[in-house]
Nanobody
Framework: QVQLVESGGGLVQAGGSLRLSCVASGRAFSGTSMGWFRQAPGKEREFVAAIIYSGDFTAYADSVKGRFTISRDNAKNTVFLQMNSLKPEDTGVYYC?????????????WGQGTQVTVSS
């Protein structure tokens, strides 16, 4: 079973940037599409971004399109989320997961998540 460890969260002012990382264990990473999700207090976990296993295609939630960029380094079993022009509504715990790319649906296990807090 793949284990996921997210990092890179923190407290940032609106308009600032953060770069999240997710390191995955397991040899199947390079053949697995990956995604980022987030959960704000009192809300359900929601899709943020996805990247196909090869890195050739990406998809984003409308709320982050043009501000966030997902990427991956298969040699390091790592997926990244570059977040620019952050807004207070981006606040939440961010998780990565293996994903069914076309359905934007998470599969498998979750990591512990990393907290992102954007102050106004």
């Amino acid at each position: 079973q793949v284990q996921l460890v997210e990092s890179g969260g923190g407290l940032v002012q609106a308009g600032g940037s953060l770069r999240l990382s997710c390191v995955a264990s397991g040899r199947a990473f390079s053949g697995t599409s990956m995604g980022w999700f987030r959960q704000a207090p009192g809300k359900e976990r929601e899709f943020v971004a996805a990247i196909i296993y090869s890195g050739d295609f990406t998809a984003y939630a409308d709320s982050v399109k043009g501000r966030f960029t997902i990427s991956r380094d298969n040699a390091k079993n790592t997926v990244f989320l570059q977040m620019n022009s952050l807004k207070p509504e981006d606040t939440g715990v961010y998780y990565c997961s293996a994903i069914l790319y076309n359905r934007r649906a998470p599969i498998g296990s979750w990591g512990q998540g990393t907290q992102v807090t954007v102050s106004s």
